[in-house]
């Protein structure tokens, strides 16, 4: 998982908005030193051009007032404007010319140039609106040169000087702007600082809102699932890898350790129903401020979701651990107050200890939830976690996900046991046993199997099965002439099964077996559970003319008035009671009761488990006329049985 | 008022706050604009404030502070 708390900080989002200002600053002052530079340098131009256009007019008015020696006074005059030492020009060419009249100077400037610059103004000139007055700029060797040119009734004078206002701009700029591109830069980098600051604060406290709700619950306030993790991700240091990096530190460092508990209110169902779902909600914000009250601010407390809470305690040892559950169990106990009724909820909790029992979040988790559900079923309150408990679950949860394979394969066979007489020894009939052949695990018992099938909510697939194999057997043996009929053991859920009755009848006429070979027994505890609605199925069966008979009888907890409305073919003693017999008079005792209670109900017993034959001899004395048990045989594969079945062997076979 | 500037942050201030207003005061015409120096003044200014202070008003806003040492 992405450790969420890194979504609240961006430690480049600050940087990035930094260079972005800096950027910004940096465009606009580029932008502003080029269009100031352009901008200066124009209007130096403009104003050089308008000066160099008045100096021409001022020559040629000069020369037209000239009364002698124009020449010698156009001289000095130029001396005077153009070639003095503190605003002199660098480069200039003049020219005047008119009626018997020539004259040139020529200033820094090579006679090559001047001709180019010449011939070019030439052709400017004729294209010029007004040719008398003409003037314009023309880049020559890198240099701007001007050129005005006048031309008068008697004279024409042409002037042509190198433009200053370039070199003038380009120090202005090297001065001011570059420190006024200091100073936006210096505000643009406070700006920066400031706007990336004030951003990222408000993304800052938005994200903190995201993880606030990520993290915690809604309804409770207290922490969720996710911030557990989270927070116990930092609290242990689970991964062997980092474990032998930091070895030196770690041996340095106290040791880690701590427990987690889950706790699961048991009522909060029922709750919900009586009263509604906000009547649940406020349960569990009650339970849930008071669990939180009695932590403290020592350990952590998440809902992790409908009724379930998980309490985190860092640096416990499983001792303090196991006070603290009985402490939490006790509060849970209180009664709580909704709708004005004292609700008593309890709570079941489950204690894992970090890091004997797992080294990892979830497996602790794991743990202390197999821990609560223990808890939860012996009704202790809260129970500690016991690694032989991971194996047991591990198996069955392997054996779960191999059951598919099992039905589909058909690796689930079924045994035959036989019931007989005990006077003459002769086979009554036969109870199918399930035995699963595991490719693994070998033979497996139904014991180790059927729950996980009940589970797995392929009991009706597996009660169908055991019913079609067990009609085929029948059908089987018959064609081979032996009419035995077979007991098979019906789980209640089978018994829920609606269309199981008629999926039954039409097996029998499909191939051919009447249904008074068929028997179902129910075992005792399972037909308590929903008494009404599988006493009126079990009738149907019974209306049929499929047997019933009472399994295991004498254990579970079924009513005896219950057996009297069942109308059963027959009842079959507990091995338990069987068991010892013959030394135990209470059991005797049991026993001359369950004949007599058959007696009455005129039903057959048959007691099960019968091992020797000391207790077959009493069982025959105290009126019991049927029995099945190691004595007789055990349980078999059908083409054993159906060979005892067809040479009509009186059993015990010695 | 509470302090947030380190030691090295207000010497590189006063640096920069007294070669500023050094240069302003005695650039010698090499700026010849007002706008420029006021300006430059006003920044030399603020960089003295925060050195003899040493409280930076951004660095208060911003919620930024070099006084003590950086994570």
């Known amino acids: ?654 | 008022m509470e302090k947030n500037l380190h030691p090295l942050d207000r010497i590189l201030r006063g640096i920069i706050g007294v070669s500023v207003i050094g240069f302003v005061l005695f650039n010698d015409g090499y700026l010849e604009e007002p706008v420029l120096e006021i300006l430059l003044i006003i920044f030399g200014a603020l960089n003295l404030i925060s050195l003899i202070s040493s409280w930076c008003p951004i660095y208060q806003i911003a919620g930024i502070s070099t006084c003590k040492a950086k994570k």
């Not at chain 1, 779902?277 to 009250?293: F, I, M, N, P, Q």
């Not at chain 1, 077959?616 to 594969?637: E, H, N, S, T, V």
């Open chain 1, 1 to 654: 998982m992405p450790p969420l708390l890194e979504l609240q900080r961006d430690k480049f989002f600050r940087f990035r908005l930094m260079i972005i200002c800096f950027g910004v600053a940096f465009l606009v002052s580029a932008i502003y030193v080029i269009v100031s530079y352009r901008l200066a340098t124009d209007l130096g131009i403009k104003a050089e051009q308008v000066s160099l256009h008045r100096q021409t007019m001022l020559l040629h008015a000069e020369l037209v007032e000239a009364d002698n020696d124009p020449q010698e006074r156009l001289t000095e005059l130029v001396e005077l404007i153009y070639l003095n030492d503190h605003i002199g020009v660098q480069k200039l060419y003049i020219e005047a010319y008119g009626k018997d009249f020539d004259w040139s100077l020529t200033h820094n400037i090579t006679p090559q140039q001047t001709s180019t610059l010449k011939n070019r103004m030439e052709n400017k000139v004729t294209q010029h609106h007004h040719s008398a007055m003409a003037s314009g700029t023309d880049t020559l060797d890198g240099e701007l040169f001007l050129w005005q040119v006048v031309e008068g009734q008697d004279y024409k004078i042409i002037t042509i000087e190198v433009a200053e206002s370039l070199n003038v701009a380009l120090n202005l700029v090297a001065k001011r702007l570059s420190i006024t591109s200091i100073i936006v830069f210096w505000i643009a980098a406070w700006m920066a600082i400031l706007l990336s600051s004030w951003m990222s604060r408000r993304v800052q406290s938005k994200n903190n809102a995201l993880a606030k709700l990520a993290t915690y619950d809604q309804l409770t306030g207290l922490p969720n699932r996710l911030y557990l993790i989270d927070m116990m991700q930092k609290n242990m240091p689970e991964t062997p890898k980092s474990d032998r990096l930091t070895f030196k530190k770690s041996s340095l460092k106290k040791e880690v350790q701590g427990c987690l508990f889950v706790i699961d209110l048991d009522k909060f169902k029922e709750v919900n129903d009586a009263f509604g779902h906000s009547a649940g909600d406020e349960l569990l914000r009650k339970v849930s401020r008071r669990l939180s009250v009695t932590l403290g601010e020592q350990y952590t407390l998440a809902r992790i979701g409908g009724d379930e809470f998980i309490v985190w305690a860092n640096d416990i040892e499983i001792k303090q651990a196991t006070n603290l559950a009985k402490e939490l169990v006790a509060v849970c106990n209180e009664p709580v107050m909704i709708n004005q009724l004292a609700v008593n909820t309890g709570a079941s909790i489950g204690v894992s200890h970090y890091p004997t029992h797992a080294t990892d979040i979830e497996s602790l988790i794991l743990c202390a939830d197999i821990a609560m559900y223990e808890a939860k079923q012996a009704r202790t309150g809260w129970g500690l976690f016991n690694v032989r408990d991971t194996e047991i679950n591990r198996q069955r949860l392997r054996l779960r996900a191999d059951l598919s394979e099992a039905l589909l394969e058909q690796k689930i066979h079924l045994y035959y046991q036989p019931k007989v007489m005990l006077h003459t020894g002769k086979i009554i009939g036969v109870e199918a046993l399930a035995r699963w052949h595991h490719p693994t695990d070998g033979v497996l018992y139904p014991g180790s199997f059927i729950d996980i099938i009940e589970q797995s909510g392929r009991v009706q697939e597996f009660g169908r099965y055991v019913v079609r194999t067990a009609i085929m057997q029948l059908a089987e043996w018959q064609r081979q002439g032996a009419f035995t009929p077979i007991a098979i053991n019906l789980s209640p859920y089978n018994l829920l099964d609606l269309g199981l009755l008629n999926f039954t009848l039409q097996l029998l006429d499909d191939f051919n077996v009447s249904p008074d070979m068929l028997e179902i027994e129910l075992v005792e505890s399972s037909t308590s559970i929903n008494i009404e609605q599988i006493s009126y199925r079990i009738n149907k069966f019974k209306e049929a003319g499929i047997k019933l008979a009472i399994d295991d009888f004498g254990t579970g907890m079924s009513s005896l008035s219950y057996i009297s409305n069942l109308n059963v073919d027959l009842i079959k003693i507990d091995r338990s009671f069987i068991d010892g017999v013959d030394k135990d008079p209470k059991k005797q005792a049991i026993i001359f009761t369950a004949v007599t209670l058959a007696q009455s109900f005129d039903t057959k017993l048959l007691a099960e488990g019968i091992e020797t034959k000391a207790q077959a001899d009493l069982l025959m004395q105290m009126g019991c006329r049927y029995g099945q048990g190691y004595y007789y045989a055990k349980p078999m594969q059908a083409k054993q049985m159906k060979n005892i079945l067809l040479t009509k062997a009186v059993l015990p076979i010695k």
